[in-house]
Each structure stands twice: as structure tokens, then as C-alpha cells.
């Protein structure tokens, strides 16, 4: 069965916001530099250009040993085999998408709010995300910042995995990691980064200094 990684860095594709790179590059860079669980999210491409993203990266994930999650598409986490799927509010119900994909992949889940949380968790989420912690361009529908007081409330009373996520940056990462945040997703903060290497190498020495 697969599980949900323990690690310190959560990331995530953005080819247009990506500076002109394409997903492949973006992804060999995170791999390279230790990513373990990397989520396939694509807005603004065809369905056939996302299939066939997805199978290049399937093939490098596994080559690396990372969790692959593709977000929304539970057709695509099937044919490209992913190690899971991950859902919006507003997506498929988990327990229909559980019938889809079976027991041994993972279902994640983005909550903003507590009974979010709980439903997540009681309806049977591999993990969650929590956010978006701040303000954040990276989604055009996203919801107004959730702030830190709503990942005190996961860290006290969610027992499954969680993901902080939204706006999160190399300034402002230790105060999350400080409210018990043990993994951190940073979208562009990485897509985005003029040398990718030294910024997770950056990233991660904060995730795991000592607070």
C-alpha cells in the first residue's frame, strides 16, 4: 500500500509560472535535489498534453523514488499509474473517487476551515492541506488566507498528515515549521527560482533546523 512520505518539502508543477521552463526540467531539478512527493497541477493545458506530461514524469518519480500525486484528474492518477490523486472542495467525493482508484493509493484533500478538516480526516484522507496560509497568486480561485491560526487548530486535532500551503516563501517558512508544520508546499517560491538547486537546498535547511 502506498502511504503518505515523511519529508519537509511539498512541491508542485506550474509550467506558467515556471519562467519559460517546461515541466520535465522543473521536475529533474526538484528530483535531483531530494523531493519525495511531487503533485502534477496544470490549469491551462489540453488533457492529451497533461497525459502525456504525466507519463514522462511517472517515469521520472519512480525512477527517484518519489510519491507521485496528480491533482484533480483521478483518470489521469489511473493511467499513468500515480501513487494518488489530489482533490479540491469542489472535486469528485473521496468515497466515489476511493471506488475509482482502490485502497492503495493515496487521497489528499485541500481544507480551509476546521470542519473541512474533520470531514476530511472521518472520511477517510490519506492527508490534507491546509491553507492557503497567506495570500497566494499561484491559484485564480483561491479563497481569502486561512493565516496560522487555522494550522494551530490541524496541528492540535488532525491525527492524518497534513500539507501547509499558500504563499508560503524562504522568509516567512520557519513561522509555519514553528506552529508544527513538519511539511511545507511552495509552489513558485521553487518553480519560480532563478537556480532551483540552491533554493531547495535553501528551503530545506530551514525546514529542518532546530526551533
Do not use: W
Not at 506558467?16 to 522543473?26: A, E, T
Not at 496560522?148 to 522568509?171: M, R
Not at 511539511?183 to 527560482?193: D, F, K, P
Amino acid at each position: 500500500m502506498t502511504v503518505f512520505p515523511q519529508t519537509d518539502i511539498y512541491c508542485i508543477t506550474d509550467h506558467s509560472h515556471s519562467k519559460g521552463r517546461d515541466n520535465l526540467f522543473v521536475v529533474k531539478k526538484m528530483l535531483e535535489n531530494g523531493i519525495k512527493i511531487l503533485q502534477y497541477r496544470e490549469k491551462f493545458k489540453s488533457i492529451k498534453e497533461k497525459y502525456l506530461e504525466c507519463l514522462e514524469i511517472r517515469k521520472l518519480t519512480k525512477k527517484y523514488n518519489c510519491c507521485f500525486i496528480v491533482n484533480d484528474h483521478v483518470d489521469l492518477a489511473i493511467l499513468c499509474d500515480a501513487d494518488g490523486v489530489h482533490l479540491g472542495q469542489d472535486d469528485l467525493p473521496l468515497k466515489e473517487v476511493r471506488k475509482l482508484i482502490g485502497n492503495n493509493k493515496i487521497i489528499g484533500i485541500s481544507t480551509h476551515n476546521p470542519s473541512q478538516a474533520i470531514e476530511a480526516q472521518k472520511s477517510g484522507a490519506d492527508y490534507i492541506g491546509v491553507g492557503p496560509i497567506f495570500k497566494t497568486s499561484t491559484k485564480v480561485d483561491v479563497c481569502e488566507p486561512v493565516g496560522l491560526t487555522y494550522l494551530d487548530f490541524v496541528v492540535k486535532n488532525i491525527k492524518i498528515p497534513f500539507v501547509a500551503i499558500g504563499g508560503i516563501k524562504e522568509d516567512n517558512l520557519l513561522s509555519v515549521i514553528k506552529r508544527g508544520a513538519n511539511c511545507v508546499c511552495l509552489v513558485t517560491e521553487i518553480t519560480e527560482a532563478e537556480n532551483i538547486d540552491e533554493k531547495i537546498m535553501n528551503l530545506k535547511r530551514i525546514c529542518n533546523c532546530s526551533v
